[in-house]
């Protein structure tokens, strides 16, 4: 098996994972969704930046999130122009059902493989996204 079938399998696999991954949402709510439920409140810059998407991105985004009652926005009082985003307990909630339900199908996924093959993919994983932020890429 070369490299091109290896790549092609990997696309493979995370196409069929896709459905696991946003619930209904853009890309970019889910994922500033899982951020702040990791890294806590944040300003819509600092997102944009952490998250690698414009500011007018991540407004967009968080407008829609505050729409839908996952998250709040509030300005700063020392800075009225930064705006300040957290998750609601509604937000919280709802992320930590999507990652519970996420990570279940996951773990029956990885039943079909022995304890074993459970360690060498895990070896072979980390390898690979070392190797990936080595190379500039990010999440």
């Known amino acids: 098996?070369?490299?091109e079938r290896l790549a092609e399998d990997?696309?493979?696999?995370?196409?069929?994972?896709?459905?696991?991954?946003?619930?209904g949402m853009t890309p970019q709510q889910y994922w500033l969704l899982r951020h702040l439920r990791r890294s806590g409140p944040r300003s819509i810059g600092e997102l944009a930046d952490e998250l690698?998407?414009?500011?007018?991105?991540?407004?967009?985004?968080?407008?829609?999130?505050?729409?839908?009652?996952l998250v709040v926005r509030e300005r700063q009082a020392d800075d009225e122009r930064k705006v300040q985003v957290a998750?609601?307990?509604?937000?919280?909630?709802?992320?930590?059902?999507?990652?519970?339900?996420?990570?279940d199908a996951l773990t029956a996924l990885l039943d079909v493989l022995d304890q074993q093959e459970q360690q060498e993919?895990?070896?072979?994983l980390e390898r690979l996204i070392?190797?990936?932020?080595?190379?500039?890429?990010k999440a």
């Open 121 to 124: 993919l895990q070896r072979l």
């Open 52 to 69: 690698g998407v414009t500011t007018g991105s991540a407004t967009m985004a968080c407008k829609r999130l505050e729409k839908d009652g």
């Open 10 to 23: 990997l696309l493979t696999l995370a196409r069929k994972l896709r459905p696991l991954r946003h619930h």
């Open 1 to 3: 098996m070369g490299p």
């Open 87 to 103: 998750l609601t307990d509604q937000g919280r909630a709802q992320i930590d059902t999507w990652l519970q339900h996420r990570l």
């Open 130 to 137: 070392e190797a990936a932020e080595e190379q500039g890429f």
